[in-house]
C-alpha cells in the first residue's frame, strides 16, 4: 500500500459526493413561482436574482432565464423554484488524522460560504457562515487505488 499524503487525502474527501451532500438541506432556497406567495424577503431575492440573470419575470411570476435553465443547481418544483446549493462548504482545519491499516480516518472542520447564489440572498435564506461544523470520513486503499 502507498503512502497517501494528509492534503492528498482531505481533498479527495472534499471533492467527494457523500461530503458533498453533508447538511446540503441547510443550503437550499425554496422560491415560490407566484409574486403573491412570495414574503417580502423572497420578492427581493427574486428581484437580486433577475438583477444578475438568473431570473425572468413573466407577468405574475418569475421563470428561469436561459442562464439558469442550463445550470444544474435550479430545480422546478411545480409550485415553487428550489435552488441547492446556495453555499458551499469552506475547510476551516483538519482535526486529526489517523492510520488504521488500509485505512486513513480524517476529522475536519468545515463552514458554509455563500457561492454566487447565495451572494444575492438575503442573510437570512443562508446558512451560518459563523458556525464551524465538524465531518469526519476516511479515504481507503482497495489495492489499486485510493478512495473516498
Same mark, same amino acid.
Given at each position: 500500500? %502507498?503512502?497517501?499524503?494528509?492534503? =492528498?487525502?482531505?481533498?479527495?474527501?472534499?471533492? @467527494?459526493? &457523500?461530503? /458533498?451532500g453533508? +447538511?446540503?438541506?441547510?443550503?437550499? /432556497? %425554496? =422560491? %415560490?413561482y407566484r409574486?403573491?406567495?412570495?414574503s417580502?424577503? +423572497?420578492?427581493? &431575492?427574486?428581484?437580486?436574482?433577475?438583477?444578475?440573470?438568473?431570473l #425572468?419575470?413573466?407577468?405574475?411570476?418569475?421563470?428561469?432565464?436561459?442562464?439558469?435553465?442550463? #445550470?444544474?443547481?435550479?430545480f422546478?418544483?411545480?409550485?415553487?423554484?428550489?435552488?441547492?446549493?446556495?453555499? !458551499?462548504? +469552506?475547510l476551516?482545519?483538519?482535526? @486529526?488524522? !489517523? @492510520?488504521?491499516?488500509? !485505512?486513513? #480516518?480524517v476529522?475536519?472542520?468545515?463552514?458554509? &460560504?455563500?457561492n454566487?447564489?447565495?451572494? =444575492?440572498? %438575503?442573510?437570512?435564506f443562508?446558512p #451560518?457562515?459563523?458556525?464551524?461544523?465538524? &465531518?469526519? @470520513?476516511?479515504?481507503?486503499?482497495?489495492g489499486?487505488?485510493? =478512495?473516498?
Amino acid at each position: 500500500m %502507498p503512502f497517501i499524503e494528509p492534503d =492528498l487525502a482531505v481533498s479527495m474527501i472534499l471533492r @467527494s459526493t &457523500a461530503f /458533498f451532500g453533508l +447538511q446540503l438541506d441547510e443550503a437550499r /432556497f %425554496p =422560491l %415560490p413561482y407566484r409574486f403573491r406567495e412570495m414574503s417580502g424577503p +423572497q420578492r427581493a &431575492a427574486a428581484e437580486a436574482l433577475r438583477g444578475e440573470g438568473w431570473l #425572468d419575470f413573466d407577468g405574475d411570476g418569475v421563470a428561469l432565464s436561459a442562464k439558469a435553465s442550463h #445550470d444544474l443547481r435550479f430545480f422546478d418544483r411545480e409550485t415553487y423554484l428550489e435552488i441547492i446549493p446556495v453555499a !458551499t462548504k +469552506q475547510l476551516v482545519r483538519v482535526v @486529526s488524522f !489517523t @492510520s488504521h491499516g488500509n !485505512t486513513k #480516518d480524517v476529522t475536519l472542520e468545515w463552514r458554509w &460560504a455563500p457561492n454566487e447564489i447565495g451572494s =444575492l440572498l %438575503p442573510g437570512e435564506f443562508l446558512p #451560518d457562515a459563523r458556525k464551524v461544523h465538524t &465531518a469526519e @470520513s476516511s479515504v481507503g486503499w482497495d489495492g489499486r487505488d485510493w =478512495l473516498a
